[in-house]
């Protein structure tokens, strides 16, 4: 993903901007944690009151799910919902993205969120670990956890892959772009190559960032994961 510049791993720049990103990412994550722990049990039943035949879609993420930065009506869980309603499935997508979420803070969070009844997950993580540099050894057994517990639990999965900075050499991205397809051949799961495929660096399709997607570029993702979700659902019992 082209989200920094070509530098050297140890540069003294990379070094601080790394450490202002965390600091950063630490504050929006507390705050966004607080309030997915508020909210999700209430979408949850929300979703299972108004449609009680639905099947309910946890969206397990970080700021590509949340909708950082994007009206709520335009964030990726809505999204998904209003296409799966257009294909003609009765879902409801629950957004339990938190933004600044790294693998590990999804994986604290997994076994909360599954407190209540849950028909399917999409895991999107792992972004904020390749952005900070993270050793891709705990990215790796962190996802690997996760997509365990939702194996042990009969959950069917999607897990979306996601690419690392370049500036971070070849030996580590090919360590970390292998972890997707791995754990989603070792879990029977279906796989998305790369979230943000056709989205990434296209200035028209994301916000003045550079990172997140705007409105177009969710549609985009939407567009293209819309049916694979609706493949996911064939799965549901």
């Not at 397990?60 to 994007?70: E, I, K, V």
Request: glycine content about 8%; aromatic content about 6%.
């Amino acid at each position: 993903m082209q989200f920094l510049n070509n530098r050297s791993r140890r540069s003294p720049k990379i070094a601080g901007a790394r450490a202002c990103t965390s600091q950063y990412g630490m504050m929006v994550r507390n705050v966004n944690v607080l309030l997915v722990f508020l909210l999700v049990p209430m979408l949850v039943f929300a979703a299972r009151a108004q449609a009680s035949d639905a099947k309910t879609i946890l969206a397990l993420g970080d700021s590509l799910t949340a909708g950082y930065g994007l009206a709520q009506s335009d964030a990726f869980p809505v999204q998904l919902q209003a296409a799966l309603v257009e294909l003609g499935v009765n879902a409801q997508v629950v957004n339990a993205g938190v933004s600044g979420d790294t693998s590990a803070g999804g994986r604290s969070r997994l076994q909360w969120l599954l407190s209540n009844p849950v028909d399917a997950v999409i895991v999107e993580l792992g972004a904020n670990d390749g952005l900070r540099g993270l050793d891709p050894t705990q990215t790796r057994n962190n996802l690997d956890w996760i997509m365990a517990t939702l194996k042990k639990n009969q959950i069917p999965t999607l897990i979306t892959g996601m690419y690392a900075p370049p500036n971070l050499g070849e030996d580590y991205g090919a360590e970390f772009n292998a972890i997707y397809p791995d754990l989603a051949k070792k879990y029977g799961a279906l796989y998305d190559r790369f979230y943000l495929e056709g989205v990434a660096a296209d200035p028209a399709l994301n916000q003045a960032d550079g990172i997140h997607p705007n409105a177009d570029g969710v549609a985009l993702i939407v567009k293209r994961l819309a049916p694979r979700v609706q493949e996911l659902l064939q799965h549901t019992k």
